[in-house]
């Protein structure tokens, strides 16, 4: 191989990753400390931005040098590099320069609107921008394959290898098993008065809980940072910067821990990439599905499980102890893992949660598929909330408006949720298998094991691996809902004495 053109070839990708950085970096500060007036200039340089990054990637003379690195003798690092940033070309060079920077522009833009309607409660001040969104996702898909439905590709980007088709089985199959389940809880007997945690808990004390909880799971703060935002979310903005943003209330602290929890399980995935791997393209995340299988586990799997608690329930008698004092621990484990249906998606137990998404995922899908309005989105997701749930939000910010991810442009996005999941408890199976051990491992509070365990066969390779090619080497094969369905009817079912 030509040691000039490999040098270019290093060069040009290191700088395509670091408009990604900084671009992260200008999201980051839009969502969580950038001043209301500044927004505007902000969608600009990110659009600025987005159309430097899209000529970088979408650079003739770049393709050309990739396409010759195809014919050469390269290591498996080399081959998935040249592969991925083929990719991006194909993808990309098919949408024309401008259109790609109004859409740009318009993402930036649109979820800075989000944030005043859901303030202001008014879907109606962001419903032309939502239309607009839709509108060129359904462009692009057009430019990239007319023959491939735009929802399907927007699925491809987040989960590879999932269609709806696959999607709508798994969901169809949670739908089957979770319904009835919550029937008979609802006729259950068993009761506590949980009422406590809706009780003020300082913003300051919950704070420190959030840090207690995400040192508790690995999360190293010299790589990472805590924010405060409308919408949780975390950052890895490279393995070495890995930041997470929570929402505060003061009336909600179960909220707030297992968004630490959550985003927290996000943080530790990118800090635990190899540093081998830094601006070379794959050092990321290689799924969306596989990324939240990874928050999903440690906020769910290991977050509800009764021997965490037994290890952190002091935390909340030591800082709120007028409230906590006289809670008893099986009082505050039932509070943390009770089962009853809410409006607002991360408030929601692990059985209703997964309803919430299967929600999104129907009602986007339609929206693609020309069967839904933008229009008639607020009611038409009351009304599902309404058949699938029970309830139905007065509110639009309480409603359609609650999640910004369509918001930002993110379509497809959704389902990964659900998707990881079910990862999540087929990867609680794998590590069950090295150790079984796994529930004493929990309660010695020797979670490191299990960090390790995950760096080990998940985290350290980035995109090196596909999520199959990350199950098969576990023994997994392919996605299945069964012991996720399996995990929850035998821990809710224990919790409620069915």
Same mark, same amino acid.
């Given at each position: 191989?030509?040691?000039?053109?490999?040098?270019?070839t290093?060069?040009?990708?290191?700088?395509?990753?670091?408009?990604?950085?900084?671009?992260?970096?200008?999201?980051?500060?839009?969502?969580?400390?950038?001043?209301?007036?500044?927004?505007?200039?902000?969608?600009?340089?990110?659009?600025?931005?987005?159309?430097?990054?899209?000529?970088l990637?979408t650079?003739?003379?770049?393709?050309?040098?990739?396409?010759?690195?195809q014919?050469?003798?390269?290591?498996?690092?080399?081959?998935?590099?040249?592969?991925?940033y083929?990719?991006?070309?194909?993808?990309?060079?098919?949408?024309?320069?401008? /259109?790609?920077?109004?859409?740009?522009?318009?993402?930036?833009s649109t979820?800075?609107?989000?944030?005043?309607?859901?303030?202001?409660?008014?879907?109606?001040?962001?419903?032309?921008?939502?239309?607009?969104?839709?509108?060129?996702?359904?462009?692009?898909?057009?430019?990239?394959?007319?023959?491939?439905?735009?929802?399907?590709?927007?699925?491809?980007?987040?989960?590879? /290898?999932?269609?709806?088709?696959?999607?709508?089985?798994?969901?169809?199959?949670?739908?089957?098993?979770?319904?009835?389940?919550?029937?008979?809880?609802?006729?259950?007997?068993?009761?506590?008065?949980?009422?406590?945690?809706?009780?003020?808990?300082?913003?300051?004390?919950?704070q420190?809980?959030g840090?207690?909880?995400?040192?508790?799971? !690995?999360?190293?703060?010299?790589?990472?940072?805590?924010?405060?935002?409308?919408?949780?979310?975390?950052? !890895?903005?490279?393995?070495?910067d890995?930041?997470?943003?929570?929402?505060?209330?003061?009336?909600?602290?179960?909220?707030?821990?297992?968004?630490?929890?959550?985003?927290?399980?996000?943080?530790?995935?990118?800090?635990?990439?190899?540093?081998?791997?830094?601006?070379?393209?794959?050092?990321?995340?290689t799924?969306? !599905?596989?990324?939240?299988?990874?928050?999903?586990?440690?906020?769910?799997?290991?977050?509800?499980?009764?021997?965490?608690?037994?290890?952190?329930?002091?935390?909340?008698?030591?800082?709120?102890?007028?409230?906590?004092?006289?809670?008893?621990?099986?009082?505050l484990?039932?509070?943390?893992?009770?089962?009853?249906?809410?409006?607002?998606?991360?408030?929601?137990?692990?059985?209703t949660?997964?309803?919430?998404?299967?929600?999104?995922?129907?009602?986007?899908?339609?929206?693609?598929?020309?069967?839904?309005?933008?229009?008639?989105?607020?009611?038409?997701?009351?009304?599902?909330?309404?058949?699938?749930?029970?309830?139905?939000p007065?509110?639009d910010?309480?409603?359609?408006?609650?999640?910004?991810?369509?918001?930002? !442009?993110?379509?497809g996005?959704?389902?990964?949720?659900?998707?990881?999941?079910?990862?999540?408890?087929?990867?609680?199976?794998?590590?069950?298998?090295?150790?079984?051990?796994?529930?004493?491992?929990?309660?010695?509070q020797?979670?490191?094991?299990?960090?390790?365990?995950?760096?080990?066969?998940?985290?350290q390779?980035?995109?090196?691996?596909?999520?199959?090619?990350?199950?098969?080497?576990?023994?997994?094969?392919?996605? /299945?809902?069964?012991?996720?369905?399996?995990?929850?009817?035998?821990?809710?079912?224990?919790?409620?004495?069915?």
């Amino acid at each position: 191989m030509n040691s000039d053109i490999r040098l270019h070839t290093k060069e040009h990708i290191a700088t395509i990753e670091h408009y990604k950085q900084a671009l992260s970096l200008l999201s980051w500060d839009a969502k969580t400390s950038a001043p209301l007036n500044s927004q505007k200039q902000h969608a600009t340089i990110q659009g600025t931005l987005s159309k430097e990054l899209y000529l970088l990637q979408t650079d003739p003379a770049f393709a050309k040098e990739l396409q010759h690195l195809q014919e050469q003798n390269l290591n498996q690092l080399q081959q998935k590099q040249v592969q991925h940033y083929l990719n991006i070309y194909q993808k990309l060079s098919a949408v024309p320069l401008e /259109d790609y920077h109004q859409f740009s522009v318009l993402k930036a833009s649109t979820h800075a609107l989000w944030s005043q309607a859901r303030e202001q409660n008014e879907f109606k001040l962001v419903e032309d921008n939502l239309q607009q969104l839709i509108h060129m996702h359904k462009r692009f898909a057009e430019y990239r394959n007319p023959h491939l439905a735009p929802y399907e590709q927007l699925l491809e980007e987040y989960e590879p /290898d999932v269609s709806s088709e696959t999607i709508d089985s798994l969901f169809q199959q949670i739908k089957d098993a979770i319904l009835p389940l919550l029937i008979k809880i609802k006729r259950s007997s068993v009761t506590h008065d949980t009422s406590f945690l809706n009780k003020p808990f300082s913003i300051k004390n919950q704070q420190k809980l959030g840090k207690h909880l995400l040192t508790a799971i !690995g999360y190293n703060f010299k790589s990472g940072q805590i924010g405060t935002t409308t919408h949780p979310f975390s950052a !890895g903005i490279h393995p070495q910067d890995a930041r997470l943003a929570v929402r505060y209330d003061e009336h909600n602290v179960k909220l707030a821990a297992f968004m630490f929890l959550h985003e927290g399980g996000h943080s530790i995935y990118n800090q635990q990439i190899s540093s081998d791997l830094l601006d070379t393209g794959l050092g990321a995340y290689t799924s969306m !599905g596989l990324h939240e299988s990874q928050s999903l586990f440690w906020e769910r799997i290991i977050g509800k499980h009764e021997g965490f608690w037994r290890n952190h329930a002091h935390l909340f008698k030591e800082l709120e102890p007028a409230i906590y004092g006289d809670i008893s621990f099986e009082t505050l484990y039932f509070a943390l893992n009770e089962v009853t249906p809410s409006l607002i998606r991360l408030q929601a137990d692990d059985l209703t949660y997964l309803l919430h998404i299967i929600i999104r995922y129907e009602l986007e899908r339609d929206l693609f598929a020309d069967k839904l309005r933008v229009s008639d989105l607020p009611s038409a997701w009351n009304a599902k909330y309404e058949a699938y749930l029970g309830i139905k939000p007065e509110t639009d910010r309480d409603g359609v408006l609650q999640d910004g991810h369509w918001y930002g !442009g993110a379509f497809g996005y959704f389902p990964s949720y659900n998707l990881g999941f079910i990862y999540a408890a087929q990867l609680r199976e794998a590590v069950i298998k090295d150790h079984p051990d796994f529930d004493e491992i929990i309660s010695s509070q020797n979670l490191s094991l299990i960090a390790d365990w995950k760096k080990l066969h998940i985290h350290q390779y980035g995109k090196l691996k596909t999520p199959r090619e990350i199950l098969t080497s576990l023994s997994i094969g392919r996605i /299945d809902a069964q012991p996720l369905i399996n995990y929850l009817k035998k821990k809710y079912e224990g919790l409620y004495k069915l």
